[in-house]
Nanobody
Framework: QVQLVESGGGLVQAGGSLRLSCAAS????????MGWFRQAPGKEREFVAA????????YITHSVKGRFTTSRDNAKNTVYLQMNSLEPEDTALYYC?????????????????WGQGTQVTVSS
């Protein structure tokens, strides 16, 4: 019933940009904080960014702060991750997730719903 569908991933050269989208359905979108996580092969899933229900607050993890931003359009039930100045270390499968209880959740276990992921590959 609840679906989160990521899109916008792909191949990009180092220094380039990508904009990921996550379209939500089956839930009251404005009642959920949204987050972005990523997972590279052989590594644990890593928190990237979170945005509050109204979009008024965001939290970006230190390793991508200044390069990545997140935003949302509640009228379109969509959250975005804008990625600039991409580095090979950013290569991963990127997931969006939704949490109904917290303002800016950062832990995977706190999230209620997850998308299937979209692949981002950054070449050097």
């Amino acid at each position: 019933q609840v679906q989160l569908v990521e899109s916008g991933g792909g191949l990009v050269q180092a220094g380039g940009s990508l904009r990921l989208s996550c379209a939500a359905s089956g839930l009251t979108f404005s009642s959920f904080a949204m987050g972005w996580f990523r997972q590279a092969p052989g590594k644990e899933r890593e928190f990237v960014a979170a945005i509050s229900r109204s979009g008024s607050m965001t939290y970006i993890t230190h390793s991508v702060k200044g390069r990545f931003t997140t935003s949302r359009d509640n009228a379109k039930n969509t959250v975005y991750l804008q990625m600039n100045s991409l580095e090979p270390e950013d290569t991963a499968l990127y997931y969006c997730a939704a949490d109904r209880d917290r303002v800016l959740p950062t832990a995977s276990i706190e999230y209620d719903y997850w998308g299937q992921g979209t692949q981002v590959t950054v070449s050097s």
